[in-house]
Structure formats: C-alpha cells, structure tokens
Nanobody
Framework: QVQLVESGGGLVQAGGSLRLACAYS??????MGWYRQAPGKQRDMVAS???????NYADAVKGRFTISRDNAKNTLYLQMNSLKPDDTATYYC????????????WGKGTLVTVSS
C-alpha cells in the first residue's frame, strides 16, 4: 500500500525557515514534488525532483526553497528559507511511480502559516 506522509509544517514569522519532509513507502518513485494550495486558490507546483536528482522550481520560490530526496531513507524534503506571508498554504507531496510507470499519488498535506 502506497503511503505519503508529510510533516514539518507549522507557524513561522516572515523571514524564518521550515523544513518539510515526506516519508513514502509502498512503491519506487520516479519524479516527486511539492505542491501548495492556499485557501480559495488552485494547487500549484512549488518544486520537483527526478529520481536522479534534477530539480525544477516555481519562480516564486527560486533562491529560497530547496528540494531534495534521500532514496535510501524514502524521504522527500523541502527546505524553505526567507519565508513570506504569501508562502502560507497547505503543502502536498506528490509522487509518480517508476514501476508501473506514471501512477500519481498525493499526501494529505501539511499546513504552513507565515505571519507578518
């Protein structure tokens, strides 16, 4: 059974940092990523990473956020620095299976609130 469990969210002041983690199990994943959804808005990609470690970031977080993964520990990370109130959202982990190829799973999300 595939499971993606996010952790690390919370309340932080603007300018602060948080590190999110997504512990996964039940499959081998190829591409993985972090998405976020603010109240009343659509879910948007924040950052993605391939199994080999190639990364991609949304313009809004470039230079502030870093995505990484530890395939041995089955954990995906998102280091978030210089947080802004606009970063307030629920953050979701997304994973795409390697075998069979292309099945997408989502975690239940972790809430990040940045106060001004």
């Amino acid at each position: 059974q595939v499971q993606l469990v996010e952790s690390g969210g919370g309340l932080v002041q603007a300018g602060g940092s948080l590190r999110l983690a997504c512990a996964y199990s039940g499959s081998i994943f190829n591409a993985m990523g972090w998405y976020r959804q603010a109240p009343g808005k659509q879910r948007d990609m924040v950052a993605s990473i391939s199994r080999a470690g190639s990364t991609n970031y949304a313009d809004a977080v470039k230079g502030r956020f870093t995505i990484s993964r530890d395939n041995a520990k089955n954990t995906l990370y998102l280091q978030m620095n210089s947080l802004k109130p606009d970063d307030t959202a629920t953050y979701y982990c997304k994973a795409e299976t390697l075998f069979p190829k292309g099945i997408v799973y989502w975690g239940k999300g972790t809430l990040v609130t940045v106060s001004s």
